[in-house]
């Protein structure tokens, strides 16, 4: 029986998903993305009745790390990221946090992963996937009992990341694409970095991409 469900805030200039995944059976939490705005985070960690456990960051853009920083000191709970990341994460002007009219954010991730590896935050088994191309260190999240995976910004529903940004490789993006539809079970859930949800059957079929 599965024990995972999903909540979801947009937030940030450009419409960022945040992810609150919240184990039921012991209401345990992680947060993906922490886009912008950490008073409204939290507020939502205290709707949920939840306890946070864990950051996890799909790559080091500004969009989706403006609240990381706030959320880790006012929560204690650690920071998880592709190890080929860690550059961007911490130079303001590589991740363009700057450049946006926002503050420079630097963040710096307690647990860098490898390729596959695979550790355990808030009750669940978790699988980092290195998926580079729209950044040199951009990830996905696999949680294969709950059939979910958070692919930032590397799959979307029906297109694939943007690679014009310094470090972004077409090629790289489509070979971390087809390494998701190849691999990965048809039935899951993929929770992208911007706009719908998404099943990895339905960008076998529609993603022009694939």
């Known amino acids: 029986m599965k024990k995972l469900k999903v909540y979801k805030l947009v937030l940030g200039e450009v419409q960022t998903n945040v992810y609150f995944c919240l184990n039921t059976e012991n209401h345990e939490l992680l947060i993906v993305d922490p886009?912008?705005?950490?008073?409204?985070?939290?507020?939502?960690?205290?709707?949920?009745?939840?306890?946070?456990?864990?950051?996890?960051?799909?790559?080091?853009?500004?969009?989706?790390?403006?609240a990381v920083?706030?959320?880790?000191?006012?929560?204690?709970?650690?920071?998880?990221a592709c190890r080929q990341e860690e550059e961007m994460l911490s130079d303001p002007i590589i991740n363009m946090s700057g450049h946006f009219g926002g503050p420079s954010v630097s963040v710096k991730a307690d647990h860098l992963l490898n390729d596959m590896d695979v550790f355990t935050e808030a009750g669940f088994s978790i699988r980092m996937l290195h998926t580079p191309g729209h950044t040199p260190g951009s990830c996905c999240y696999y949680i294969a009992e709950e059939?979910?995976?958070?692919?930032?910004?590397?799959?979307?529903?029906?297109?694939?990341?943007r690679t014009d940004f310094p470090g972004g490789s077409m090629r790289q993006i489509l070979d971390s694409l087809h390494r998701l539809l190849d691999t990965l079970p048809g039935e899951t859930n993929v929770y992208p970095g911007h706009d719908c949800e998404t099943t990895i059957d339905t960008e076998k079929r529609y993603n022009p991409f694939a």
């Open 147 to 161: 059939e979910v995976l958070f692919s930032g910004d590397t799959l979307f529903c029906q297109s694939i990341g």
């Open 35 to 66: 886009a912008d705005d950490a008073d409204r985070i939290e507020r939502k960690i205290r709707e949920l009745s939840a306890v946070p456990k864990a950051i996890l960051l799909t790559h080091g853009h500004f969009d989706h790390i403006r």
């Open 69 to 80: 920083n706030d959320l880790k000191s006012r929560l204690g709970i650690p920071v998880y």
